[in-house]
């Protein structure tokens, strides 16, 4: 670089890893809200990008379930949810309706651009277009995140299953499940944990409605990843 600010790190194995680069306008992520709940509120911020990191619960691990996105609630307070079937088969609820909220292990990661800065002092760095491409005051939590894999687009399929569909059998490992949404019992996308295996799988349906007799009866569709599935640690 002619001009500018560069930060590198080094990896155990040698390889050098760009922290920042005023130069090539690269953009750092925190870590701006971590904890357990079946929803957390992201409303008052607006990121070029945000990252929603989930993991089954300490409570959950012993149980068969679900974790999906509410639809509509990605941008407010987000509500994570699983299928919940009794509703709909014994209490008459609408096929739309049969969910109950999921309590999960979440982790939001957020572009520096949509976070607020935190007092007068610090460092902060501008990428060429002159956009903040990092500054100490908007890390908000002494947390950090790290990437550790990352499941291309395409790559498994939409089954549920534990081998086609696979996406890991560690339930320490954060998974991010923005593309992930709950529409009705038979139009979803989103994790599938199951207890006796500890195994997370993909899941996307589409049209898997109860009532073959029904008019809007559809046959039901699976769909391949969509887009890509990021793995990580919480440090």
Do not use: C
Not at 94 to 111: K, R
Not at 115 to 127: A, F, I
Not at 173 to 199: E, H, M, P, R, V
Request: net charge negative; glycine share 10%; no cysteine.
């Amino acid at each position: 670089m002619a001009y500018g600010l560069q930060v590198t790190s080094f990896d155990v194995g040698g390889n050098a890893i760009t922290q920042i680069d005023t130069e090539l306008g690269l953009t750092n992520y925190v870590v701006t809200k971590v904890g357990t709940g079946t929803g957390v509120d992201v409303s008052g911020t607006s990121p070029k990008s945000r990252i929603i990191f989930v993991r089954p619960s300490a409570a959950n691990l012993s149980t068969n379930h679900g974790i999906f996105i509410l639809s509509g609630t990605h941008n407010g307070t987000i509500q994570f949810v699983d299928d919940y079937l009794s509703y709909w088969l014994d209490d008459g609820m609408p096929y739309s309706d049969a969910y109950l909220p999921i309590q999960v292990d979440y982790m939001i990661v957020e572009d520096v651009t949509g976070v607020t800065p935190e007092g007068d002092y610090g460092l902060q760095t501008l990428s060429a277009g002159n956009e903040v491409s990092f500054d100490s005051r908007r890390i908000k939590l002494n947390t950090s995140f790290d990437i550790t894999s990352v499941i291309p687009s395409g790559s498994i399929g939409g089954y549920g299953s534990t081998s086609n569909d696979f996406v890991t059998n560690d339930t320490s490992k954060y998974i991010n499940i923005n593309w992930s949404f709950w529409d009705t019992l038979g139009s979803k996308a989103g994790l599938q944990y199951y207890a006796n295996t500890g195994t997370i799988a993909h899941i996307d349906v589409h049209g898997d409605e109860p009532d073959p007799e029904d008019p809007y009866y559809q046959v039901a569709m699976y769909y391949d990843n969509y887009a890509n599935i990021l793995i990580a640690d919480k440090t």
